[in-house]
């Protein structure tokens, strides 16, 4: 049973950081692909970063990029989403998504639509202020 729990969310002031993880279990860890989402009050639920667990290639959505980092520590099958210069904007309920599987174009990379997710977290609240 695939089990995916987020922690880390909270309330910062425009500007500030949070770092959200998502520990994962029941799945084999050494090649997943592994999101991060988020989905605002009545907007859709977005892709935000991707990270391929086989080689640690990272996927950036526009909006957050040079902002957002995704990253993982492999022995605990974590992955962290820190999340810096944090706006309003960023507001929304972060999910931790995984799927088994891997895209391939002359690299490995993990799409970023949340159709291609079949496993998911509870969530976590980010509210930023302004």
């Given amino acids: 049973q695939v089990q995916l729990v987020e922690s880390g969310g909270g309330s910062v002031q425009a500007g500030g950081s949070l770092r959200l993880s998502c520990a994962a279990s029941g799945l084999t860890y050494s090649s ?30 526009d909006s957050v990029k040079g902002r957002f980092t995704i990253s993982q520590e492999y022995a605990k099958n974590t992955v962290y989403l820190q999340m810096n210069s944090l706006k309003p904007e960023d507001t929304a309920m972060y999910y931790c998504a995984a799927v088994r599987r891997v895209w391939y174009d002359g690299s490995y990379y993990c799409e970023s639509g949340v159709s291609e997710y079949n496993y998911w977290g509870q969530g976590t609240q980010v509210t930023v202020s302004s």
Avoid: I
């Fill in 32 to 61: 997943v692909c592994m999101g991060w989402f988020r989905q605002a009050p009545g907007k859709e639920r977005e892709g935000v970063a991707t990270l391929y667990t086989g080689r640690g290639s990272t996927y950036y959505a």
